[in-house]
């Protein structure tokens, strides 16, 4: 089996003097970094005390399993468009994707469903039924969704132009 390893260096940047001396003392502010890559801000969810300009981990979640998705769907049209006549090339691809954070009262919680609406759109005489079904291999593909235990359905368009 070959391993991949991603380093990730996360800052805190909440201290406003106090630490954590008390919950609403601290801020929820960090930083995202991995080398060669301009850092990202985050913040908890405005729900838990975070700005909501800024990426929170929930945010990143979600956008992760869309971003692989997106990313596993074009590769296997652009195999499938390499290996028949009738292939699926894709013009343009937007996922309006969602996750639902269930709370339990003691404040923990999980995620219950990340969806993914992807609509695509594909190129006049790519096949629609291929650009449909490799929604399912590429989710059976994506390491993120792979790596959940909540349901990750999905509900793609396909539009012919």
């Given at each position: 089996?070959?391993?991949?390893?991603?380093d990730?260096?996360?800052?805190?940047?909440?201290?406003?003097?106090?630490?954590?001396?008390?919950?609403?003392e601290?801020?929820r502010?960090?930083?995202?970094?991995?080398?060669?890559?301009?850092?990202?801000?985050c913040?908890?969810?405005?729900?838990?005390?975070?700005?909501?300009a800024k990426?929170?981990?929930?945010?990143?979640?979600v956008?992760?399993?869309?971003?692989?998705?997106?990313?596993?769907?074009?590769?296997?049209?652009a195999?499938?468009?390499?290996d028949?006549?009738?292939?699926v090339?894709?013009?343009?691809?937007?996922?309006s994707?969602?996750?639902?954070?269930?709370?339990?009262?003691?404040?923990?919680?999980a995620?219950?469903e990340?969806?993914?609406?992807?609509r695509?759109?594909?190129?006049?005489?790519?096949?629609?039924?291929?650009a449909?079904?490799?929604?399912?291999?590429?989710?059976e593909?994506?390491?993120?969704?792979?790596?959940?235990?909540?349901p990750?359905?999905?509900?793609?368009?396909?539009?012919?132009?």
């Open positions: 089996m070959r391993k991949h390893y991603y990730i260096t996360v800052t805190w940047n909440g201290n406003h003097g106090t630490g954590t001396s008390g919950y609403t601290y801020g502010d960090h930083t995202i970094q991995s080398d060669g890559k301009v850092a990202l801000s913040s908890a969810d405005p729900n838990f005390r975070g700005d909501p990426w929170n981990p929930e945010e990143l979640l956008a992760s399993v869309a971003n692989c998705h997106l990313l596993w769907y074009l590769h296997l049209c195999d499938a468009d390499a028949a006549d009738a292939g090339i894709v013009q343009a691809y937007e996922d994707a969602q996750g639902i954070l269930s709370m339990n009262s003691d404040g923990s919680g995620f219950s990340i969806a993914l609406r992807p695509v759109t594909i190129a006049d005489g790519s096949d629609a039924e291929l449909r079904t490799l929604h399912q291999r590429a989710h593909m994506c390491f993120i969704a792979r790596s959940l235990s909540c990750v359905p999905y509900e793609p368009i396909i539009v012919q132009e």
